[in-house]
Nanobody, 123 residues
Framework: QVQLVESGGGLVQAGGSLRLSCAAS????????MGWFRQAPGKQRELVAS???????TYVDSVKGRFTISTDNAKNTVYLQMNSLKPEDTAVYYC?????????????????WGQGTQVTVSS
């Protein structure tokens, strides 16, 4: 009922920048929070950044000061601006959202995942 579609990954040199986008679509009533996770080969998926509907943000320590998460509520879209990229930022980045949606007369909550987008930072 709710889909997340990511874009914006790619290959960049160390010190460069990328901006990831994630658009939610479907029968959405509200989005309580959105976040970006990443998973590098052989490692567990980790939360990189999150933002609530009230605008409160959190970041993993390794990206503080370099990454910025933001939303366009009118477009149900979350962004991750990544600056000063490092080789250790290389991973597949996934979008996740805490969404309330409707189906018929009923409302539900769901936390869907996007399909993932590859970010590769070369040294």
């Amino acid at each position: 009922q709710v889909q997340l579609v990511e874009s914006g990954g790619g290959l960049v040199q160390a010190g460069g920048s990328l901006r990831l986008s994630c658009a939610a679509s479907g029968s959405i009533l509200s989005i309580n929070a959105m976040g970006w996770f990443r998973q590098a080969p052989g490692k567990q998926r980790e939360l990189v950044a999150s933002i609530t509907s009230g605008g409160k943000t959190t970041y993993v320590d390794s990206v503080k000061g370099r990454f910025t998460i933001s939303t366009d509520n009118a477009k149900n879209t979350v962004y991750l601006q990544m600056n000063s990229l490092k080789p250790e930022d290389t991973a597949v980045y996934y979008c996740n959202a805490d969404v309330e949606y409707y189906s018929g007369r009923y409302t539900y909550t769901t936390k869907p995942w996007g399909q993932g987008t590859q970010v590769t930072v070369s040294s």
